[in-house]
Nanobody, 120 residues
């Protein structure tokens, strides 16, 4: 069974940094793209950053210049380095991957979410 396993969330003061990790577990044929989304209480889930298989990246406007997405293809892992954190960054962060399992067609997968809380 293919799963996304997230880690790295926690509590940090404003101006601080955190790094989130998301590892793919299970048998997969290929990964097309991976991304991080976040959802704050009472708000819709929004794209934070995405990265394609070729390494192209895109970012939400609110995190440009502060967050960096990267991947380790050998480990099937994507990272989100978050710097200059603000209280508005407080949310549950979800890992998303569009990938093809070894026995099925490509589809989207979601992680369980990891809480990031930024105190002022």
């Amino acid at each position: 069974q293919v799963q996304l396993v997230e880690s790295g969330g926690g509590l940090v003061q404003a101006g601080g940094s955190l790094r989130l990790s998301c590892a793919v577990s299970g048998s997969i044929f290929s990964i097309n793209a991976m991304a991080w989304y976040r959802q704050a209480p009472g708000k819709q889930r929004e794209l934070v950053a995405g990265i394609t298989n070729s390494g192209s990246t895109n970012y939400g406007d609110s995190v440009k210049g502060r967050f960096t997405i990267s991947k380790d293809s050998a480990k099937n892992t994507v990272y989100l380095q978050m710097s200059s954190l603000k209280p508005d960054d407080t949310a549950v962060y979800y890992c998303n991957a569009n990938m093809r399992p070894s026995d099925s067609l490509s589809r989207n997968y979601w992680g369980q979410g990891t809480q990031v809380t930024v105190s002022s």
